[in-house]
């Protein structure tokens, strides 16, 4: 008889995205006459830039010609893309990676969960909470999370390292030593980040505990601090205990076209062995590489004319995360992030659980947005909007939540 990864039916109901889609879709079935705004899902609006588009429709000739005709891409990717990496997202702020350091991929969430393929069972993780829920549920899914508590909504072998108002949204060095830290930073959810001193003393403790910090820098495009790294590899030692994943999702808009890169640095070794070299064992074995077309396209966002245009997006983004952020505070909101990155995190009035707001947002305000609980234990009590909605319904979402 074969039998089931039963590390499956560990996980807790469904992904917290799919729970809201669901709520969602019965409310708008049972009103079908109301315009409901959507403030909840990470996903981008504004389309790919000119720049990328144009790089789309050459590629694509390209692909039609056998002179020009592209198959299977390279493992790690194509050294254009490589190049343009190493060049614009390190150089250009004083850190060298090597070529074989950058492996390109279809995007962060793809590597987030692939990348516990490379560790063992009896890692012991660590996550900041709240945060991105793909880092627990693929540890959950590869067994190294122990067991679910449903009473208190989180797993017996994760260390959760609360991250709330009280500590000004930075996580403590946890007491029981965990073997891989996930950082997120900027945070989703939470919209806020750690400076480069803070960074530095967890890059100092892993490298002292042997640990291994996977570090996800998805939304450094919208860094606007100076005290805010833009790669964890700007911290001393970070090459030997880090890994870093970043993503095209959210600064170019392809969360559907795909693409995203990790660093494994190749001082990086558990023992005598390099993660370098066992990732590109992986990669090689059990990834089909991003599409030539996709690289392409991700090489023209580091064009003069790309990089110009993705800047105006997120500039359009960040214009709605003020006006999210000031508004709320004008309406009494206590609010966070919204900075440096396209999230703002408010706490619920009157101390509501995350998902009474949500409900009573979705039904009395027709907003919708995510409720904090779904990022983590420390989550509860507080609510995520984003800054992807158009401008107009932003400031409609707002007029309405200020009725309530
Ligand atoms: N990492 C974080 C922190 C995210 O919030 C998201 C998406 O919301 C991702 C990664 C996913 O990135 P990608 O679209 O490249 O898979």
Redesign the pocket.
Known sequence: MFKINDNYLKLPGSYLFSTIGKKVAAFKEENPDKDVISLGI?DVTQPLAPAVIKALHDAVDEMSKAETFHGYAPDLGYEFLRRAIADNDYRARGVEIALDEIFVSD????D?GNIVDIFSEDNVIAVTDPV?P?YVDSNAMSGKTGEYWKDKECWSNVIYMPCMAENNFVPELPEKTPDIIYI?CPN?PTGTTLTKEDLQKWVSYANEKKAVIIY?A??EAYISEDNVPHSIYECDGAKTCAIE?R????NAG??GT???FTIVPKELKSGDVSLNSLWARRHGTKFNGAPYIIQRAGEAVYSEEGKAQTKEQIAFYMKNAKNIREGLSDMGYTVFGGVNAPYIWLQTPDGMKSWDFFDLLLEKANVVGTPGSGFGPSGEGYFRLTAFGSAENTEKALERIKKL
């Open positions: 990470g995007g962060a969430k793809s987030s991105y793909v997120c989703n996800d998805a939304y994943m993503s095209f999702s959210k392809f969360t795909r693409l995203g």
